[in-house]
């Protein structure tokens, strides 16, 4: 058959274009002149990081370590006095703190607690808990001398069931407040599995800007009532404070401040204690973790 001149050029002319559109159209890999990522750098870590230490350390202001020393190690403060503790093996990292009705008590004034340097916070600890259907348990509190709530009250409902029961922990933390009130949160519907050989991941966070505090298990946002408001609502890290891990100041003799007997020394263990000047975001929850499963 035989085509018009004209046909042929068009055509001719119509394929010309059509390679010069696919080689400039020809795929790039590395439009941004990014470097190579090589595999081997990312071998044996989660979530990109090879340790518990590499999240946020330049806001990580108190950690307790419980790997044969009580001192909190970023100052090196030993504890003032303490009762029926002990070091086990077999913790989240090394060794941890055992508890058997007893408690660790720090009467020093930390630099990292004071008013004006914490308005924001994390607390991230592992426990090894049960519930025991008479008394509650404070894994921690930054307490305030003579006054029965804390700065900061880590308080787990152990008294709510008894110790058979190992699919429910009630965990509700309070905080004092900028109007002298508190706030508190409570996981009313989920809950992590607790239990005597079971390393639990709890972890607190408190936004100071958006007044947003969370309750965290096993890498799960679990409390019902984070919105505690702005205004007088807002933290406020009252002057002088302590540390007490395991009890409040009623469990500690000579340091009674009422006749309140709802808590008592802790019976259990805790591991990896750490507290951060910031409210860690979601990702980073997820993997200190994932961190602690691996036992990094």
């Known amino acids: 058959m035989n085509f018009p001149k004209l046909y042929i050029k068009g055509c001719m002319l119509g394929m010309a274009l059509l390679a010069t559109t696919l080689t400039s159209c020809e795929y790039d890999g590395n439009p941004n002149d990014l470097e190579d990522v090589n595999p081997a750098d990312y071998a044996g870590k989660i979530d990109g990081y090879s340790s518990s230490d590499e999240i946020f350390p330049n806001n990580l202001v ?3 370590s419980f790997d044969d020393t009580k001192n909190e190690i970023i100052s090196g403060t030993a504890p003032t006095s303490t009762l029926n503790d002990s070091f086990v093996e077999g913790g989240v990292r090394g060794k ?19 008013t004006d340097s914490l308005k924001s916070f994390s607390i991230s600890h ?8 008479s008394k509650r348990t404070m894994t921690f509190q930054l307490a305030r001398p003579g006054i029965f709530n804390g700065n900061i009250n880590l308080a787990l409902n152990t008294n709510a069931y008894p ?62 009532f984070p919105n505690r408001g702005v205004g007088n609502n807002l933290f406020k890290s009252y002057e002088p ?21 709802n808590f008592a020394p802790m019976t259990g263990r805790i591991d990896e204690l750490r507290v951060y000047n910031i409210a860690l975001p979601d990702a980073h929850i997820s993997s200190l973790y994932n961190l602690g499963r691996a036992n990094q």
Do not use: M
């Open 62 to 64: 108190a950690y307790w």
């Open 96 to 114: 941890a703190l055992n508890l058997n009705a007893g408690w660790l008590y720090y009467a020093q004034q930390f630099a990292a607690f004071r």
């Open 126 to 133: 592992w426990v090894q808990i049960q519930n025991n259907g």
């Open 163 to 224: 110790a058979s029961n190992t699919d429910i922990l009630r965990i509700q933390p309070t905080f004092n407040t900028v109007g002298g009130g508190f706030q508190d949160n409570l996981n009313n519907n989920l809950s992590p599995k607790i239990g005597a050989d079971k390393w639990t991941h709890i972890v607190l966070t408190y936004d100071g800007s958006s007044g947003v505090f969370d309750i965290w298990a096993d890498g799960v946002k679990v409390g019902g």
């Open 241 to 261: 404070n302590e540390v007490i891990i395991g009890a409040n100041y009623n469990s500690i003799p000579g340091k009674q401040v009422n006749a309140d007997v």
